[in-house]
């Protein structure tokens, strides 16, 4: 890793925000640009998301994380080198990598089709340096086309809050009409929220004050639960019980309570990354045959249906955009919750 080398004229050194030690601040450092090996593209990165799950590169959470470690794992930009043996990416193409940066094709998972859970599965930003930099380099199995229409700042947050929403639902068993809660109007409830209604399902916001009650039927819930005034579970049943809550917001406690809000033969899918348990007896289970499944990410292929589905369909993130160089103050402002909603860095 060459931090501040003088280098060749004709190549201009990068600039790249890193973390060089688990729970160390952002560092803004000049890098020499780097090599596409073979199977790998170089992209000229143009935008990169900053995630919560960024939080395992900055605190060091990762078992083998390494450091110097740039994150990031909502990338957009344009190919500018394609290494040896890649044919089906060219020179001048716009392309993402998300969560999903790379599987082995090797493992039990993978040979069975199974790409999102493959047990090698690697992740930008933790694996190898991801999008918090001007010039990154992905294998080409990890690479998602961009959409002509989408802006860099709006895809970006859809290769990782957005495939995780989309395929979450795509997958639930939910029909159009059914009634689908979204726990949580954040970073990734907003995009639920939309997609959802885009599904066809009767969407009901479940959020925490009446703050958002406006912005959640804007995105298109038909129904705001507010959990100050409101027995959220209850008043699910009211409307019939939830065929699906999509629990996005952090919080086991949270997610506790939502589970006698689910119809007979629903699914509470949890999204929303907590270590403290949830809280369920068997019989809340059994006697209405629940499901309690969790969701992570999806694969470059899931992350293209999402960005085209967005393109289709008018989805889009709100965002909130900050130079690279104030990477940390991105970070922050991420971590603070207070962001409407997504983040997202411009090189
Ligand atoms: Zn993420
Ligand atoms: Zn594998």
Request: glycine letters at 12%; charged letters at 20%.
């Amino acid at each position: 890793m060459a931090t501040m080398r003088v280098t060749a004229p004709e190549l201009a050194p990068m600039m790249v925000a890193q973390i060089s030690k688990p729970g160390g601040d952002f560092e803004i450092v000049k890098r020499e640009i780097p090599e596409p090996g073979p199977g790998q593209v170089r992209i000229k990165v143009q935008a990169c998301g900053v995630c919560h799950s960024d939080v395992f590169t900055k605190e060091g959470l990762w078992p083998g994380i390494q450091y110097p470690r740039v994150p990031g794992h909502e990338v957009v930009g344009i190919i500018d080198e394609v290494g040896a043996g890649v044919s089906e990416w060219k020179k001048g193409t716009r392309a993402g990598v998300g969560w999903h940066g790379g599987h082995d094709n090797t493992c039990r998972e993978c040979r069975r089709g199974d790409f999102r859970n493959c047990r090698n599965l690697k992740v930008p930003g933790i694996s190898y340096d991801g999008g918090y930099q001007q010039y990154m380099v992905a294998p080409a199995e990890a690479l998602a086309a961009i959409p002509e229409t989408l802006r860099d700042i709006e895809a970006a947050p859809l290769l990782c809050a957005g495939v995780t929403t989309f395929d979450s639902l795509r997958n639930s068993g939910a029909l159009p009409g059914d009634l689908v809660a979204i726990q949580g109007i954040g970073g990734l409830g907003h995009l639920g929220i939309q997609f959802a209604n885009k599904f066809g399902y009767k969407v009901a916001a479940i959020g925490r004050g009446a703050e958002t009650a406006q912005l959640a039927k804007k995105l298109g819930a038909s129904v705001y639960i507010d959990t100050k005034l409101t027995n959220a579970a209850e008043a699910l049943q009211k409307l019939g019980g939830a065929q699906v809550i999509l629990a996005t917001a952090p919080n086991s406690k949270a997610m506790s309570e939502l589970i006698d809000g689910l119809a007979t033969n629903g699914k509470l899918i949890v999204i929303g990354v907590a270590s403290d348990p949830i809280e369920v007896t068997p019989l809340q289970l059994i006697t209405r045959t629940a499901n309690i499944q969790g969701w992570a990410s999806g694969t470059p292929a899931g992350e293209e249906d999402t960005l085209n589905f967005a393109e289709l369909s008018g989805v889009r993130p709100m965002v909130e955009t900050y130079p690279l160089e104030k990477a940390g103050e991105a970070y922050a402002r991420m971590m603070s919750g207070k962001a409407q909603f997504r983040v997202v860095l411009t090189m």
